[in-house]
């Protein structure tokens, strides 16, 4: 069984910076592509930044620039580093691990999700 459990969250004034950590149980870490999510209240969740198990990444369009995926995989750690917060950033930030699994014949993406925790971005 895998669990993704998150920390790093709180509350930060606009302009400033919080740095998200998603530690990952199990034996999946380094072959898992790893990302962050979030929803705000209201809003659909929407993907916020990628790393796959070969290092590449890719970001939102509202927070290139701003944010920073990682990930350290003797750690089974995924990190992401969030400056110049704005108050729309502010949601519930959700780690998710994705692997491909083999169902008798077929390949399948497996999905597995962290508890969140919450960025609220506020003076």
């Known amino acids: 069984q895998v669990q993704l459990v998150e920390s790093g969250g709180g509350l930060v004034q606009p302009g400033g910076s919080l740095r998200l950590s998603c530690a990952a149980s199990?034996?999946?870490?380094?072959?898992?592509?790893m990302a962050w999510y979030r929803q705000a209240p209201g809003k659909q969740r929407e993907l916020v930044a990628r790393?796959?198990?070969?290092?590449?990444?890719n970001y939102a369009d509202s927070v290139k620039g701003r944010f920073t995926i990682s990930r350290d995989n003797a750690k089974n750690t995924v990190y992401l580093q969030a400056n110049s917060l704005r108050p729309e950033d502010a949601a519930i930030y959700y780690c998710?691990?994705?692997?491909?699994?083999?169902?008798?014949?077929?390949?399948?993406?497996?999905?597995?999700w962290g508890q969140g925790t919450q960025v609220t971005v506020s003076s």
């Open positions: 998710n691990a994705q692997v491909t699994a083999l169902q008798g014949f077929r390949v399948v993406l497996q999905d597995y």
């Open positions: 199990g034996t999946i870490f380094s072959r898992a592509a």
């Open positions: 790393t796959t198990n070969s290092g590449s990444t």
